[in-house]
């Protein structure tokens, strides 16, 4: 059955932002090269995160489960088993560029394939730099788009320039050269997500990071201090509820445990400047800084989302263009092409999803402008299987006029929000 929502007569409440997707890939996989026991609580219980479960196991690491941690047995200068299988990716392209790290260091042959949506992914921005390290790495459509065969071997340090901000394909190169001979080098035109520098550090290894967009691993091949890490709440997760609390005539809500990274903030500052009523409330540090945000209802007005805020905002785009819709006047957002390269390609599928609610939406070469003043009218809409497509259009529900109904819906919660759907009755109740 298709999911259903109704327009909410009020929104209020108190939730907690489930543990971040992408944050959660990170740990396990680099828990798995220490040199010893590490405890990872918090993991998202999606289906993403356990795909990379899944390719960790047939690559020989062991880890077990104990109230809500995961308990990894590192593998350390031992290394990696060689799969006998495909490893199987399904619809996370992030398991598949960590992966295709992971393995480049190790002298075996590694298969990665996924789902069609998957297959269809660009690549050549981690194979290239993994060849130049040293690696083979064969992919379809002349090495561009999996499926992958990665044939690892000893690796060489690099000075590699990714010519987009990719914090996959940044985590992906730091994932070989942390086994590489000599040190490597990795920049991006932009300051992109540092989860992986973060937790590198917390391990033992001496992260040179002189710049935001510059990167340097020393290469010394030394073993990774075991990590006891609890996964914090993910900001593109709490997205939904920062705009439905913002445009919702009677709404607040409270958000626990969002991360505040610096580099996840990005969708907080394009709301301040529409003129959000957001407070951040018992922040706390650590190797992620984590705080309670509460939203209140506020007036909007457009703005522009400029090149340098997209990569700290990527994943939050499908939940911000609710805002945009609603907001006065108009947005016009610049420099994101790269989310034609998504679980679907979210410039066409936003626009034409919620075009069908009523908004106003022009799709240009590298954005979009939306007109704002919508006047939003519940309509049959598809997630087209992204999930982050999926929870916003619910969450549009929640904002327009008779019922709007979301197919191709069994992603909404299984990827990266399991409560989601418990969590948007609750607070519309």
């Known amino acids: 059955m298709p999911l259903v929502v109704s327009r909410a007569r009020r929104l209020r409440g108190v939730v907690h932002a489930p543990p971040d997707k992408s944050i959660s890939h990170r740990a396990v996989i680099l828990a798995s090269l220490a040199a010893g026991r590490s405890r990872i609580s918090n993991y998202l219980d999606g289906d993403d995160n356990a795909l990379t479960l899944e390719a960790l196991s047939q690559l020989g690491v062991a880890f077990t ?4 941690e995961i308990i990894v047995e590192g593998v350390g200068a031992a290394g990696l088993a060689e799969a006998h299988e495909v490893l199987r990716t399904g619809r996370s392209a992030a398991t598949m560029r960590f992966v295709a790290g992971l393995v480049a260091p190790e002298p075996h042959l590694t298969i990665l394939s ?11 921005r981690i194979i290239d730099p993994l060849r130049a390290m040293g690696a083979t790495v064969l992919g379809a459509n002349g090495g561009t788009t999996p499926p992958l065969a990665v044939l690892g071997g000893s690796l060489r340090g690099v000075d590699w320039s990714l010519d987009i901000a990719s914090a996959e394909a940044k985590t992906s190169i730091m994932l070989a050269a942390l086994r590489a001979e000599g040190p490597t080098t990795v920049r991006t035109p932009l300051p992109c997500r540092d989860h992986t520098e973060r937790l590198v550090q917390a391990m033992g290894v001496d992260v040179g990071r002189t710049d935001p967009t510059v990167v340097t691993l020393p290469g010394d091949r030394r073993d990774l201090l075991p990590l006891d890490f609890r996964v914090p709440g993910e900001m593109s997760v709490a997205v939904y509820w920062l705009v439905a609390g913002s445009v919702h005539p009677d709404a607040d809500i409270t958000i626990t445990d969002v991360c505040m990274n610096p580099t996840r903030i990005g969708v907080l500052e394009a709301l301040t400047s529409m003129g959000a009523d957001i407070s951040v409330v018992n922040e706390t540090d650590g190797i992620e800084p984590v705080a309670t945000l ?14 340098d805020l997209v990569p700290r905002m990527i994943d939050e785009f ?10 006065d006047g108009p947005t016009v957002i610049q420099g994101a092409e790269d989310l034609r390269n998504k679980k679907s390609n979210r410039l066409e599928t936003v626009a034409q999803e919620y075009r069908k609610l009523g908004a106003t939406i022009d799709v240009t ?43 191709n819906d069994g992603v909404i919660a299984a990827t990266s929000y399991p409560a989601f759907i418990e969590n948007l009755r609750r607070l519309a109740s």
């Open 114 to 124: 996924g789902v069609a949506r998957t297959n269809e992914r660009p690549m050549a």
């Open 365 to 407: 070469s590298d954005g979009m402008t939306v007109a704002g003043g919508a006047r939003l009218r519940g309509a049959t809409t598809d997630s087209h299987g992204d999930h982050r497509l999926g929870n916003s259009l619910a969450t549009a529900g929640l904002l327009a006029e008779g019922e709007t109904v979301i197919e």
């Open 65 to 68: 489960r104990d109230e809500g």
């Open 318 to 327: 499908p939940g911000f263009i609710l805002a945009a819709c609603l907001a």
């Open 294 to 307: 509460r939203v209140r209802s506020a007036q909007l007005h457009g703005t522009t989302i400029t090149p």
